[in-house]
């Protein structure tokens, strides 16, 4: 993206100074602002056009089937969680975001996000797919799985 702004601002520029006329100081301001117009313009062309071609991955997958394939993950990273005095339980699944509750030492603890982030996440991930989300729900908070 950055070299497609670089390459038109410096193909205008070149051609802007090559101009014979460019020697008078209002055409040198004309020539900055138009060249700084056209080269916004181009840069907003370009995000509209990245936006509208930017695909999402979706995951290929109901909550229902994620079920077992996640619980199976889970007991992977489970004994990391209980070395350290700690647990988790799964609460359920929706749109792809595995919700949980760490207990034990695990709740409350300054570590949890990194351990959501680096040891459930990411273990998720690799066992089965790259846009999987864990999210914690600490305890005295309920979520509704409708």
Same mark, same amino acid.
């Given at each position: 993206? +950055?070299i497609f702004h670089l390459c038109t601002a410096a193909a205008f %520029? &070149?051609?802007? *100074?090559? =101009?014979?006329?460019?020697?008078?100081?209002?055409? @040198?301001?004309?020539?900055?602002?138009?060249?700084? +117009?056209? =080269?916004?313009?181009?840069?907003? $062309? %370009?995000?509209?056009?990245?936006?509208? %071609?930017? +695909?999402?991955?979706?995951?290929? %997958?109901?909550?229902?089937?994620?079920?077992?394939?996640?619980?199976?993950?889970?007991? &992977?990273?489970?004994?990391?969680?209980? @070395?350290? #005095? #700690?647990?988790?339980? $799964?609460?359920?699944? &929706?749109? #792809?975001?595995?919700?949980?509750? $760490?207990?034990? =030492?695990? *709740?409350?603890?300054?570590?949890?996000t990194t351990t959501l982030k680096y040891g459930i996440e990411r273990?998720?991930?690799?066992?089965? *797919?790259?846009?999987?989300?864990?999210? @914690?729900?600490?305890?005295?908070?309920?979520?509704?799985?409708?």
């Amino acid at each position: 993206m +950055r070299i497609f702004h670089l390459c038109t601002a410096a193909a205008f %520029f &070149k051609f802007v *100074h090559s =101009h014979p006329i460019a020697s008078g100081s209002k055409f @040198n301001q004309a020539k900055i602002t138009a060249k700084y +117009r056209i =080269h916004s313009v181009f840069k907003i $062309l %370009f995000a509209i056009i990245s936006q509208k %071609f930017k +695909r999402r991955k979706m995951i290929p %997958f109901t909550d229902e089937e994620l079920l077992k394939p996640v619980s199976a993950s889970l007991q &992977k990273v489970l004994p990391m969680l209980e @070395n350290d #005095g #700690g647990g988790m339980e $799964l609460l359920g699944i &929706k749109n #792809g975001k595995i919700y949980v509750r $760490l207990t034990g =030492h695990c *709740h409350g603890c300054a570590a949890s996000t990194t351990t959501l982030k680096y040891g459930i996440e990411r273990q998720l991930r690799i066992d089965i *797919h790259p846009e999987l989300e864990v999210i @914690n729900i600490p305890i005295g908070e309920e979520v509704k799985f409708d």
